[in-house]
């Protein structure tokens, strides 16, 4: 049955490019654009991937009680436009958010039937492997990643179901799986 799925996980892991991967092969599934107050990254388009908004309309929102849930992440405020994902799960089609560890609590506590997906690492190294790897951070900025990638990963058990992000391809497939969607799509 359709309904929403929050997928998680610990940064590194890859979880933006599964759910771009997922939104260029699954138009039967809406993927919600959250509200971010992070300045945009090259290549990212307003609407699409994020709505990128200020401070205070940020604060607006909030205050307005616009948001599905919200979060501060490394300094900047992320949160999920509730009125979309409600009139998407009311047409009936599966919704997925992909939001952090805190948000995907809040969602747990105000809709306890979603389904709560954690992605994984293949190990403990991979990941390490990918938050390091990019050669350009200072080595404290490493650091505070692996120390906050070792509170995502100790959180695994709050979750319903974990995909290992492996193969990519896989990875899709067993998330349209539990979407409860046939794995080749329809359109
Ligand atoms: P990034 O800045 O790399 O796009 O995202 C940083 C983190 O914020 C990621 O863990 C991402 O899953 C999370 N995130 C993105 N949108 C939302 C949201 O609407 N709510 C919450 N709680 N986290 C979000």
Redesign the pocket.
Known sequence: MAGLTV?????GVG??TLIQRLRQTRPDVWV?V???T?AP?TG?VDGE??FFVTLEQFEQMRAAGE?????N??G?W????RAAVAEHLASGMPVV????????R?VRRSMPHAQLVFLAPPSWESLVARLSGRGTEHPDVVARRLQAARTEMAAQGEFDVTVVNDSLDEAVARLVSLLGLPEASST
């Open positions: 997928v998680s996980g610990p940064s979880k933006s919600s959250s509200a971010t992070r990254r990212e991937h994020y948001f599905l849930e919200y979060a992440f490394a900047n992320y949160g999920t436009p958010l992909e939001i952090d560890l805190e948000g995907a809040q």
